[in-house]
């Protein structure tokens, strides 16, 4: 967890959902609580395992409806779209992410030279009728736990490496791909 103490960021949870005119509902606060609680990038699927713990009758299309509602008023944001599978963060401070191509494990890392892109990012935007709402990095690559195993001569996955690339996406709000 990142950012203040979870009461913290659930009473700043519940003011932005007032704010925005949006109603606090008990699975909304479990889904955000969950999610703010774990720094994994949990999928809708691995959230959705975990809340009905708590709500036994929450549905997948509902953490999916949920998780997207939050992303609009800028709550959670969504990370990386490898795989079949996106993943959620509740951190929406300016951070990027390393993604590993083989298992999907999803790392926040903070780096001011990274942000440092922003400004270039901007005025590339600008020069084609762009406004940018946001920007996050997602660096791609292998994980060291993957490059140990395939080191040792095992399989890291069945479903195989996604390829190494680097990706900008945005970070604000629902533009975030």
């Not at 926040?108 to 922003?118: F, K, S």
């Not at 901007?122 to 009728?129: D, M, S, Y």
């Not at 080191?151 to 390829?163: C, I, N």
């Amino acid at each position: 967890m990142i950012g203040g103490s979870m009461r913290d960021r659930v009473q700043g949870f519940v003011a932005q959902c007032r704010a925005a005119g949006l109603a606090v509902t008990p699975q909304r606060l479990a889904i955000f609580r969950h999610l703010a609680a774990t720094d994994s990038h949990p999928s809708a699927e691995e959230l959705h395992a975990t809340v009905r713990r708590e709500l036994p009758t929450l549905s997948l299309a509902t953490v999916y409806k949920t998780l997207d509602t939050l992303a609009t008023v800028g709550a959670v944001r969504p990370v990386s779209r490898l795989g079949a599978r996106g993943r959620w963060d509740a951190n929406v401070t300016s951070h990027h992410h390393l993604v590993c191509t083989v298992c999907g494990r999803v790392t926040d890392v903070a780096e001011p030279r990274l942000d440092a892109a922003a400004r270039p990012a901007a005025a590339l935007a600008a020069r084609h009728g762009f406004t940018v709402a946001g920007h996050a990095i997602e660096i791609f690559g292998r994980c060291a736990a993957c490059r140990g195993r395939q080191a040792r001569g095992r399989s890291t996955t069945a479903r195989g490496e996604r390829g190494p690339w680097l990706r900008c996406t945005g970070s604000s709000g629902p533009s975030v791909g």
